[in-house]
């Protein structure tokens, strides 16, 4: 038999119910990581049916829902209740480089998994610089080249100094 030696653990857990404390655990605890081209989420929810979970994404902000229902009745009489039951929620804010049209999510053992895509517009590339020599020979045709050397010729030509 399970017996508790603490006569106030009723009046603190009553307390903690209608207060909350800063040092209750979060009831969705989670660790996010970016592997390649893929951000990460994944939270705690042991116990959770998977029906009852819902993730919703407005802008950059990930609110995930989720109820822990007791798999006991009301007819029994409860020896030790330290799980936490109810509707849990979290909100993430997702920031501007992910692509928030395309998240997978799938629920196993426990553990949400989120993949969030990294989005085009945020991943590294190669910009090419030109010169303006590269710029003249591409942008110009043949007559404006000529044209454009014919200035360049008469503007180098030396004027003779006045005495």
Do not use: C
């Amino acid at each position: 038999m399970l017996v508790r030696s603490d006569p106030f653990r009723g009046l603190d857990r009553l307390a903690e119910q209608v207060f909350g404390t800063v040092a209750r655990p979060t009831p969705m605890p989670m660790e996010a990581w970016r592997d390649g081209d893929q951000f990460i989420v994944e939270f705690d929810l042991p116990g959770i049916d998977p029906s009852t979970i819902d993730l919703d994404v407005e802008r950059n902000v990930l609110t995930v829902r989720a109820e822990r229902r007791s798999s006991t009745g009301p007819e029994v009489e409860l020896v030790a209740a330290e799980r936490a039951y109810g509707m849990f929620s979290r909100q993430v804010i997702l920031g501007d480089t992910l692509d928030t049209d395309r998240i997978n999510a799938s629920y196993r053992g426990g553990v949400l998994h989120l993949s969030i895509p990294v989005a085009e517009r945020a991943k590294p590339r190669k910009i090419t610089v030109s010169t303006s020599t590269d710029e003249a020979l591409t942008t110009g045709s043949h007559d404006q080249k000529a044209s454009s050397e014919d200035q360049m010729a008469s503007s180098n030509e030396q004027v003779p100094a006045k005495a």
